[in-house]
């Protein structure tokens, strides 16, 4: 299967190109993004068959259907760190919270958060195609806090593969900052700046975009790439989970197949919720996709009310930093594929030029028969927190607001699977305040607090944290980071 552009192609680039390419290559002509030429159809018979597979077994056949041009042998290798995720057989667990509600809990990976489902097999795949073609890629990352992590995780001592991360030093949690500057290996570079989120962004942007920086690597026969979420080796690697927690209910006979359900994404760039809509084009029995927000709340208005505005907006920092996102990259696959290359071209550039869009009511009503949302504001989500572990489960800020979504969006009494993104343990302030209503405290008081409270043992993979050596001590100015990078390649 060949990929093609969300706003069409200028007829100078090839029009289709390979999934090898577009993960190495993912800068489309016009500024889209790539998207599958068209969808496999899975149906109810793939469902049937895979009713009793395992995970890789279920993700061997879900990436065969797709026909991508990566070696089978790869593909095996990409799947076996799934063997190191908590549970050997499954490393998506499911949870029963109420009667017609089911966590599927996607942070069983080395990092703690959901990113390491896509990231950990990419990695494999990206390093396995340079060295088939005999290429060297610099990999670049911008973190608030857990790309970063997931992203060294995975490229560590990859060959053909090196690693700039970018974080604000202070602008991450503790734990987050540590899993990174922790990580010693010789094709990871890990770089604190004086500054917050945006300014890591913008000097990444700005080096992806810079002709003299990318000369000087050339010199050095190396190709730029970066490891964001709209890179298509990660999003499909985001439609198995979506396919096997449904066949979870099935097998423990929640639901039967074919019975349609609810699934409930607390979204940022769109990546998770992405993966869910493409599972349902391909045939996953879904009612709709809700999409939970926290206040940085863009997706709630835009399927609420077909505006895409941020003329007013700017991002505001909540409890959970993950989804404080206000141009959320991965929507524009949802344009392109319900209303055409033309149209996306069209809105996209709306947005550039205006920061705003506006859908047409007939397009809305089309948007809304897939999706619902709502947004969480902080302290909804620590009373979520807190009345959820009262009910016996303990869960993280980010998965509180799908609580709210599954409160007000649902309109018929399906079974609904919310999906857990973070591990408790990366944003456990937050949630020892609500436990406890301690305020301020460090991560590592809150980690004991927390884990007192709810008689569970901190996982070595984050206390060993504290004690292990900081391999990457580099924090320095923005306008530095270009000089840091090219010493250390
Ligand atoms: C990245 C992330 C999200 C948002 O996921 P998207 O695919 O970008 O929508 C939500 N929660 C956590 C903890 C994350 O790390």
Known sequence: ???????GNDGEHPLEVTFSSAILAPIASFGGIYVPETLPELGLDFLQDHVNSNYKTLARAVLTAFGIDIDAAVIDDALSLYDEFDDVTNPVPLSKVKDDLYVSELYHGPTRAFKDMALQPFGVVLSALAQQRNENYLIMAATS???GPAALETFKNRDNVQVACLYPDGGTSDVQRLQMVTEDAENLKVIGIHGDFDDAQNALKRLLGSAPFKAKLKEKNIHLSAANSVNFG???FQLIYHIFSY?????????SLGDKVYLDVPS???????????AMKMGLPVEKILIASNKNNVLTQLIKHGQYDLRKMSVISTSSPAMDILKSSNVERILFDMFG?????ELMADLDNDNHYELSAEELIQLQAVFAADFCEDDEGKQYIKDTFSAGYLMDPHTATCFKAYDTCRDKPLITIAYSTAEWTKFSPTIANALTGEQDTNDIDAL?????????AIPAIISDLFDKEIAQKTIIDKQDIEKEILAFL
């Open 234 to 236: 990660r999003i499909i």
């Open 268 to 278: 940022g760039n769109f990546g998770n919720a992405l993966g869910g809509y493409y």
């Open 1 to 7: 299967m060949n990929f093609i552009e969300t706003r």
């Open 341 to 345: 290359a033309e149209r996306t071209k």
């Open 448 to 456: 004991k607090s927390i884990a007192k409270e709810a008689d569970i």
């Open 145 to 147: 806090g857990d790309t």
């Open 247 to 255: 066949l979870e209910l099935v097998r423990s006979h929640a639901i």
